[in-house]
């Protein structure tokens, strides 16, 4: 293996598969990057098992010469640390196939590392159906969702996001069984496959993602999820288990119908967790009295803040109490984009949607916390 690529361009494509490698793995081999020279270009891999991100540079004039093709795994953390350091053109040739040569200018490196063929293979997903994506809709889609994932390993299934595709809907769902967050948009293609994908690697994706706006290719099989966008690729390890029906937690309808204006109840209820942090549930209390709506939290030793806002529209019983976990209320409002919500109240321990205005195909669900 003997290859010249601009630092810059080693560095940008180093930084993205860096994210898939642990430091904390069983095999040592996984603590470093794979790098596959050919004819047509340069492949690096990172992984830790379950995570997969691949980086695909064409050989390009000025940019990456494959002078003679091979392959090597060297230590992720050295790799990146040396190139992010250089600055033009890097000589790397391998010395033998655990040892590369690195030059820059007057800099001479030399990095131990693995073998290739001691590397895991890529999934195969050769028998699965592939899915087009606009990749800024779906990008949406998996932020409006992923944070309600549940970060406790009791249930598995619940840490990662439910994603389903049938008769031309694709949705997303994420519940940690205190609240939920759910997603839905219309596509073209007629496939159906229903996967938990992590959300780690949903998080990783999001990353990846950076405002690209090519289509993402998604592909699904027994074990896998497989996203490709542009030079990029991402796979996961699926989570086994069956996802809960959440169809059945999501209310008709309720007590009070109130419509605010997200960007004002946001910074509210930002405001009013101030004094929510000794509470395990960040306690924020809501009263709606009046034709408007206090937002309130206390703290024993410290104080406690309070404030009203005015209703811009109401329907049903006009007065209620509740509380709520104010972080939960934040992420739900901060995946709104839309410049009003609708707050739908079904009584003092029943569940509160949150729906955008004009969107019906999104939805937050919370369910109320006990004020003692």
Same mark, same amino acid.
Request: aromatic share 4%; glycine share 8%.
């Given at each position: 293996?003997?290859?010249?690529?601009?630092?810059?361009?080693?560095?940008?494509?180093?930084?993205?598969?860096? @994210?898939?490698?642990?430091?904390?793995?069983?095999?040592?081999?996984?603590?470093?990057? #794979?790098?596959?020279?050919?004819?047509? &270009?340069?492949?690096?891999?990172?992984?830790?098992?379950?995570?997969?991100?691949?980086?695909?540079?064409?050989?390009?004039?000025?940019?990456?010469?494959?002078?003679?093709?091979?392959?090597?795994?060297?230590?992720? @953390?050295?790799?990146?640390?040396?190139?992010?350091?250089?600055?033009?053109?890097?000589?790397? %040739?391998?010395?033998?196939?655990?040892?590369? *040569?690195? @030059? !820059?200018?007057?800099?001479?490196?030399?990095?131990? &590392?693995?073998?290739?063929?001691?590397?895991?293979?890529?999934?195969?997903?050769?028998?699965?159906?592939?899915? %087009?994506?606009?990749?800024? %809709? =779906?990008?949406?889609?998996? +932020?409006?969702?992923?944070?309600?994932?549940?970060?406790?390993?009791?249930?598995?299934?619940?840490?990662?996001? #439910?994603?389903?595709?049938?008769?031309?809907?694709? +949705?997303?769902?994420?519940?940690?069984?205190?609240?939920?967050?759910?997603?839905?948009?219309? $596509? *073209?293609?007629?496939?159906? =496959?229903? !996967?938990?994908?992590?959300?780690?690697?949903?998080?990783?994706?999001?990353?990846?993602?950076?405002?690209?706006?090519?289509?993402?290719?998604?592909?699904?099989?027994? #074990?896998?999820? #497989? !996203?490709?966008? &542009?030079?990029?690729? /991402?796979?996961?390890?699926? $989570?086994?288990?069956?996802?809960?029906?959440?169809?059945?937690?999501?209310?008709?309808?309720?007590?009070?119908?109130? +419509?605010?204006?997200?960007?004002?109840?946001?910074?509210?209820?930002?405001?009013? !967790?101030?004094?929510?942090?000794? =509470?395990?549930?960040?306690?924020?209390?809501?009263?709606?009295?009046?034709?408007?709506?206090?937002?309130?939290?206390?703290?024993?030793?410290?104080?406690?803040?309070?404030?009203?806002?005015? $209703?811009?529209?109401?329907?049903?019983?006009?007065?209620?109490?509740?509380?709520?976990?104010?972080?939960?209320?934040?992420?739900? /409002?901060?995946?709104? +984009?839309?410049?009003?919500?609708?707050? %739908?109240?079904?009584?003092?321990?029943?569940?509160?949607?949150?729906?955008?205005?004009?969107?019906?195909?999104?939805?937050?669900?919370?369910?109320?916390?006990?004020?003692?």
């Amino acid at each position: 293996m003997k290859i010249t690529i601009m630092s810059e361009v080693f560095h940008q494509a180093l930084g993205d598969v860096v @994210r898939a490698v642990s430091t904390r793995t069983p095999m040592p081999v996984l603590t470093g990057v #794979h790098l596959v020279a050919t004819e047509e &270009g340069l492949t690096l891999v990172g992984s830790d098992s379950d995570l997969i991100i691949t980086r695909e540079l064409p050989a390009e004039a000025g940019r990456l010469d494959v002078e003679k093709p091979g392959a090597i795994v060297l230590p992720a @953390r050295y790799l990146a640390e040396i190139v992010k350091k250089l600055s033009g053109p890097i000589h790397l %040739q391998l010395i033998d196939d655990t040892t590369a *040569d690195i @030059r !820059c200018g007057e800099i001479k490196t030399k990095l131990k &590392g693995f073998p290739s063929d001691d590397y895991p293979k890529l999934p195969v997903m050769e028998e699965s159906e592939t899915l %087009q994506l606009d990749a800024s %809709q =779906w990008m949406e889609m998996l +932020k409006q969702t992923v944070f309600a994932v549940s970060k406790s390993e009791a249930k598995p299934v619940l840490t990662g996001v #439910h994603i389903s595709m049938g008769e031309g809907r694709l +949705k997303s769902v994420a519940t940690d069984s205190h609240r939920l967050a759910y997603r839905e948009t219309m $596509i *073209d293609q007629q496939i159906e =496959w229903a !996967c938990i994908v992590p959300y780690q690697a949903i998080g990783e994706l999001i990353k990846l993602w950076d405002g690209k706006t090519e289509a993402v290719e998604v592909a699904m099989n027994e #074990h896998h999820i #497989h !996203c490709r966008l &542009g030079e990029t690729s /991402l796979y996961s390890r699926l $989570i086994d288990g069956k996802y809960p029906n959440v169809s059945g937690l999501i209310p008709e309808g309720g007590e009070t119908l109130v +419509k605010m204006e997200t960007k004002q109840l946001l910074k509210g209820v930002d405001r009013a !967790c101030l004094f929510a942090g000794e =509470w395990k549930n960040h306690n924020v209390y809501i009263t709606i009295h009046d034709g408007r709506m206090k937002l309130s939290s206390a703290a024993t030793q410290l104080g406690n803040i309070q404030e009203s806002q005015k $209703i811009m529209e109401i329907e049903g019983t006009e007065e209620m109490k509740m509380t709520l976990d104010g972080k939960y209320l934040m992420e739900a /409002l901060r995946s709104v +984009k839309e410049e009003t919500v609708t707050l %739908q109240f079904g009584g003092i321990m029943k569940p509160v949607v949150i729906r955008p205005e004009g969107n019906a195909a999104h939805l937050q669900l919370i369910s109320p916390v006990r004020a003692y």
